[in-house]
């Protein structure tokens, strides 16, 4: 990037909306999982939608790449710069209104899912979307990659949960829809292109999000089951008998040990027997109800032989808990050693069949290998990971894992299924995604082509 380049856009932009430090820059140009060691010649910090449109009107005139970022939680690379100008979204976090006549929130990209969660419960009502990096991930990013978290099942991925959103495009030019309308039949729905497009095609700065009425009782339960077969088959019957299954989360035993042994204060929720566990929550808008539809339909459960123990949380503390340990499973992970990582979805009529076939590849070509296996399979995604079981793996055993994702994903094809269920394409699934989708990635290089004639959007991410 040029001196002049560089001119051009600090003294565009005031003092407090840039900057060229060091220590500032350094955790925006590192990756989450510590993968990807990136730099930038610029961190710019713009403080309202007038200045990131200043931003693209200058980065378009001189073709400077740039990337935007937010909480840097992204888990495929496409957050971390190489070079790019980068463009942090943090210091534009308000919540900028809240209409509870409306179920809807307005904010800015860079408010943190958290802060919009305790918005709108103060406010009376519920924003569903929750993850592990709720505490930091930004609501421009959960946008552009399509976050789904745990409560898909009942609620949906962000695609479903954003009403309208306002983007700068290339160029400076300001598209803007926050008037929280649930029927608009005006045409193509532009928001959508925006959605999970990864920062491809302009930057997010504000969104009006769908809200919903609080559950009036909530129930968490840990219960334990054979496999996954068994799994699947409590879901179906979960979702029958209560009618409100908000989460279904399967926990390996190999990822709560890791869990146990390396996560302070926790412990196993059901003892070291069963195999494998899943963590179920069921609401309602019934006071009380939302307990007595667990314990039945767990009861049922019991009865046909699908769950072996199980143990319904007696308070918020002991559901904290439980959740607590299944959020930790990548921690423990981490703490293990490094992992193949495949975010995978296939429909969940199949989830069995693919996990038994999954596991049998790793474990057959794959020395030491251990599957930790967990996540949202009432969504028909899993967290498919590979793990060395001595620890301390590094990279060598990602290179030595690289032959085996192929073969991994293209058994997920088998089962109609998707490489990347929820965390994106980024740089790290890139070839594997131009590969698959031929006719989809010219599409959509077409589109990005009127969008973004000069390819500055994170021109590394997604399309390549
Ligand atoms: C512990 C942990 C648990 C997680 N659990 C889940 C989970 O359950 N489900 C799930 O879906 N994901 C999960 N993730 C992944 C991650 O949190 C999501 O991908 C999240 O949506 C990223 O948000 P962010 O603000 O951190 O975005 P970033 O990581 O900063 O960016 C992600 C992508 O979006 C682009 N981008 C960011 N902001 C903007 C903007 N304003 N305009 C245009 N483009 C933008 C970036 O260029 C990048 O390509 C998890 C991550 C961690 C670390």
Redesign the pocket.
């Known amino acids: 990037m040029t001196t002049d380049a560089l001119t051009a856009l600090t003294s565009a932009l005031p003092p407090a909306s840039w900057s060229r430090d060091a220590d500032e820059i350094a955790p925006h140009a590192r990756d989450?999982r510590g993968r990807v060691q990136g730099d930038t010649p610029l961190l710019l910090k713009p403080g309202n939608t007038q200045e990131v449109s200043r931003i693209l009107g200058i980065c378009h005139d001189r073709r400077i790449a740039v990337?935007?970022?937010?909480?840097?939680?992204?888990?495929v690379g496409?957050?971390t710069p190489k070079g790019e100008v980068l463009i942090s979204?943090k210091r534009m976090n308000a919540i900028r209104a809240v209409d509870p006549a409306n179920d809807s929130l307005t904010c800015e990209?860079g408010a943190i899912l958290e802060t919009v969660q305790t918005a709108a419960r103060e406010a009376g009502r519920l924003f569903p979307l929750s993850?592990?990096?709720q505490g930091?991930?930004?609501i421009?990013?959960?946008i552009?990659?399509n976050?789904?978290?745990?409560h898909v099942l009942r609620y949906g991925m962000m695609r479903e949960l954003v009403l309208g959103l306002e983007a700068v495009l290339p160029g400076g030019r300001v598209v803007s829809d926050l008037a929280g309308l649930r029927k608009d039949n005006t045409g193509y729905d532009l928001k959508q292109l925006f959605i999970g497009a990864?920062?491809t095609l302009g930057?997010?700065t504000g969104a009006t999000l769908k809200l919903f009425a609080r559950p009036a009782s909530t129930a968490v339960a840990v219960a334990a089951v054979a496999d996954p077969a068994a799994a699947v088959e409590l879901l179906s019957l979960m979702k029958e008998q209560t009618g409100g299954v908000c989460a279904f989360e399967l926990m390996p035993r190999i990822g709560l040990d890791l869990v146990v042994a390396h996560v302070p204060g926790s412990r196993h929720p059901l003892g070291r027997e069963a195999d494998w566990c899943v963590l179920i929550e069921v609401s309602s808008g019934e006071p009380d109800r939302a307990g007595l539809l667990m314990e039945h339909a767990l009861e049922n459960a019991f009865e046909r032989g699908l769950v072996s123990d199980a143990v319904i949380a007696q308070s918020e503390a002991q559901a904290a808990e439980f959740w607590r340990l299944r959020e930790s499973i990548?921690e423990g992970e981490k703490a293990h050693g490094k992992a193949a990582k495949h975010d995978v979805s296939v429909p969940v009529s199949r989830m069995a069949a693919f996990m038994a076939e999954a596991a049998g590849l790793a474990e057959t070509e794959l020395e030491d290998a251990m599957v930790i296996a967990f996540g949202h399979v009432g969504d028909g995604n899993v967290h498919f990971n590979i793990a060395r079981r001595t620890p301390g793996a590094g990279d060598d055993f990602l290179a030595q894992a690289a032959p085996v994702t192929a073969r991994l994903y293209d058994l997920v094809d088998r089962h109609n299924g998707s490489i990347s269920a929820?965390?994106?394409i980024?740089t790290i699934k890139q070839s594997e995604f131009l590969q698959r989708k031929p006719l989809e990635v010219e599409l959509m290089r077409a589109i990005k082509g009127v969008i973004d004639p000069h390819a500055i959007m994170?021109p590394r991410?997604l399309l390549g």
């Open positions: 989450w990337l935007p970022q937010g909480g840097n939680t992204g888990l496409g957050s979204l990209a993850l592990g990096a930091s991930a930004m421009g990013g959960l552009s990659t976050a789904g978290g745990v990864e920062g930057v997010v990548p929820e965390h994106g980024g994170n991410v």
